[in-house]
């Protein structure tokens, strides 16, 4: 199993010094990877449902405030070494798509071969709107496109596509990414149009689990891991290749909350115990958000998740 966690994106340790505190220390301690969200905007009003809480409601508006997140990642590549960066996920249909396969190969690059791109559809059509970004209702059928447009740039000494959405040709794209074919793409959401997208598509199935309006439990996790197997397996391809990369919360730790317990809280063995059991079911790595808005408790949280759970799992 790998581990990685989440980087803060409101409030006091969402700035250039605490993000940077935090990603080194991430990457001292051994971390597989970091993963940043991506809003550009936050619209005023939401009817959108958001698809992580039980009522729909978008928990993360408050401010408004979020850093562009390939910027950021890119900032955060200059001051570690080890740790892989994560956009998680990179709404796909949100940036045009020549110029974000440029970013993301330039972050390949300066980074010396640590991205991996975490995609997904996006849940918010105001924001689609706002940006200008294709009609939301056909972001399914963009974000497949736009991937095969990346690696088509990504690969390509002479790259040409001609597509709904997306038309290139008689154009040079240099630098290539540092990784080969192209940096792994893990593909986000539970739908069965997102495990497809990520057995065809992507090196990875990139689901959010460990939560009231997603807990996907580890009987569930094995129907979904053995439903993207089979679709990897109609493309033609690898199953045992393809990444399981599952992002939840890590619960306060040693608290006893009322009711069933949720995974990945309470005591550190029943930490491992969840580890395991998500690993026994094809998980290969689990994202865990500890974010907070005090740095101290950040990195105390990194150092003892790396201590407590990383060295013995």
């Known amino acids: ?63 408004g405030e979020y850093f562009e997140q390939l910027t950021l990642l890119t900032y955060l590549a200059g001051v570690t070494r080890q740790i892989r960066l994560v956009p998680s996920v990179m709404i796909v249909p949100h940036r045009p798509a020549l110029l974000t396969a440029k970013i993301l190969a330039t972050l390949d690059v300066l980074s010396q071969g640590r991205l991996t791109l975490g995609v997904g559809v996006g849940w918010m059509e105001e924001e689609f709107q706002a940006l200008g970004a294709p009609p939301f209702a056909e972001r399914g ?15 390509s000494d002479s790259p040409t596509f001609d597509g709904k959405y997306c038309q290139f040709a008689n154009v040079k794209f240099l630098p290539k990414p540092v990784q080969k074919p192209h940096p792994p793409i ?25 939560i009231p309006a997603s807990p996907l439990e580890p009987e569930d996790m094995a129907q979904s891991v053995a439903l993207l197997h089979r679709y990897a397996e109609a493309a033609g391809r690898d199953p045992g290749e393809l990444d399981v990369s599952m992002k939840t919360p890590l619960y306060d730790t040693g608290s006893a909350a009322s009711g069933p317990r949720r995974r990945f ?26 974010r907070g808005s005090d740095l101290n408790q950040a990195l105390e949280r990194l150092e003892w998740f790396a201590t407590d759970i990383m060295a013995q799992a």
């Open 186 to 210: 893990w593909v986000g959401g539970q739908s069965r149009p997102a495990i497809r997208r990520a057995a065809e598509l992507g090196n990875g199935w990139h689901p959010v689990g460990g």
């Open 265 to 290: 809280s309470g005591e550190t063995g029943q930490i491992l115990q969840d580890v395991q059991t998500y690993a026994d079911v094809g998980v290969t790595h689990l994202i865990f958000d500890i």
């Open 1 to 63: 199993m790998k581990f990685g966690f989440y980087l803060p994106n409101q409030g006091p340790t969402a700035r250039p010094e605490p993000l940077a505190t935090i990603a080194r220390k991430g990457d001292e301690l051994g971390f597989y990877c970091m993963v940043a969200g991506d809003h550009i905007l936050v619209p005023e009003s939401i009817d959108s449902p958001y698809p992580y809480t039980v009522g729909g409601v978008f928990p993360g508006g408050g401010s």
């Open 141 to 155: 059928a963009v974000t497949n496109e736009y991937l095969r447009a990346f690696k088509e740039l990504w690969t």
